[in-house]
């Protein structure tokens, strides 16, 4: 099977998973990563892989183990053989020879309070700060970062609206006053150099029209934590662990977080908690910073 840029023809097997995905509605990321997956057991049976058996199953993923590949990876290609297998070929006593790799659970890099500052001030141009800040000071996803678009920012309500995050789902998160703050001297400045557009990306790339990637944005996380003289391992994600942990430190209720972090996650209303309006202060706070007001999704 052909890689999903490829401009060789597309095989009939090939283009029924396609058809079978886009029936289930995923995502464009997911359907390339299905394809590879696939194409890696192909080019390991050096044949096509509805010709597959439970023996070729089984060496496919020693080979995975043997080379080093990683469990998360390994994982990652069990979901797509496991959907091509039961779906498109109608297989499922063969997908259930793919064996799940457990993986091991480890604690996430945390930066404290300092840190961040020393990050945020070590990082260069009003752009990237503004973008560091919003992965901190709303709890973001790298990908929810760079997706955001100008009219997304409700200075208003104070909200950060996340269109189409992870499982494809709309949400808001917050926006603190400091965090506003950045934002606001980030637009001045792209409006100044003619790359913020009034309908555009909030944090565009080389190209105004196309926005900032997530793999730039990593590699200016890096530069930053370098020149800050940070020697954990810092990654855009590490703003997130590191906003629900500033977080509780604050004392917010632990399921409060998870509403913050998830707009699906539900929590029971409690004898404590008569109000569905629940003052957080953002991690991301000076002196005297307003308490923002989180609707919460319990009745």
Known sequence: MSSPSSDRPVSALRARMIEDMNVRGFSEKTRNDYIRNVGAL????????????????????????????????????????????????DRPDLARRLTVVREPRRLPAVLSVEEVTLLLQATPGPKYKAAFATAYGAGLRVSEVVALKVGDVDSERMLLRVEQAKGRKDRHAMLSPQLLELLRAWWREGR????????????????????????????????????????????????????????LEQDTDIRVIQVLLEAETYCPQTPYRGADLLPVPSPLRRERAHCQAIRLPWP
């Open 192 to 247: 100044h150099l003619g790359v913020l557009l009034p309908r555009g990306w909030l944090f565009p790339g080389r190209n105004p029209l196309e926005p900032l990637s997530t793999r730039q944005l990593n590699r200016a996380v890096h530069a930053a934590a370098e020149a800050a003289g940070i020697k954990k391992r810092v990654s855009p994600h590490t703003r997130r662990h590191s906003f629900a942990t500033h977080l």
């Open 42 to 89: 192909a080019a390991f049976l050096g044949r096509s892989p509805d010709t597959a058996t439970a023996e070729d199953l089984r060496r496919f993923q020693l080979h995975q183990a043997q080379t080093g590949v990683r469990p998360p990876s390994i994982n990652s290609a069990v979901a797509a053989l496991r959907f091509f297998l039961t779906v498109t070929l």
